[in-house]
């Protein structure tokens, strides 16, 4: 990202970090997939490479709002409320890819994937991979990510902790 400002999430560390003229400005732990990286639709597996943001959702969402598909619901998560479902909440970063055949384009699609990065009602499984595909983070972290990062924003997701050039 040179000068200016990227997102790298780190699968192996289970890490969100912010970087903005090469150096960190702001990290938290998060969760990708429990299925592992990879990118074939329905696959419920992060994918690797870089992507950008397409769409911020929800900046004026309280905490804990409930976002299906995209769009955000009427209904409000509360912690410690119990559902079996994995939600989507409080803020979606929403991801598309940028490498044709490997995170963009036919079966491998990002964006048709829905994978977002956005808070949770599993908190306590961040910093393990727990997630269906999407980078998920605890909802405060979400709003601060959401307030740093802008649309359109490089994002990479590696499976090793080598730093990225």
Excluded at 35 to 52: C, E, R, V, Y
Excluded at 86 to 108: A, F, I, M, Q, Y
Excluded at 147 to 158: K, R
Aim: aromatic share 6%; with cysteine; proline share 5%.
């Amino acid at each position: 990202v040179g000068n200016g400002t990227g997102v790298w999430v780190s699968v192996d560390e289970q890490m969100c970090r912010i970087v903005r003229a090469g150096k960190i400005v702001w990290q938290a732990p998060c969760a990708t997939a429990a299925a592992g990286t990879g990118a074939k639709m329905d696959s419920q597996k992060t994918p690797l490479g870089w992507h950008s943001v397409k769409n911020k959702i929800g900046g004026d969402a309280t905490a804990g709002q409930v976002f299906r598909s995209g769009q955000p619901t009427k209904e409000i998560w509360k912690p410690g409320q119990k559902t079996k479902e994995d939600l989507v909440l409080t803020r979606v970063l929403w991801l598309t890819g940028e490498e044709p055949g490997k995170n963009l384009g036919g079966d491998v699609d990002s964006y048709s994937r829905y994978i977002y990065i956005h808070g949770t009602n599993e908190e306590e499984k961040i910093g393990t991979p727990s997630s269906h595909g999407c980078v998920r983070l605890r909802n405060a972290d979400a709003i601060e990510a959401f307030d740093l990062i802008a649309e359109g924003t490089p994002v990479l997701i590696t499976e090793t902790t080598a730093t990225p050039q």
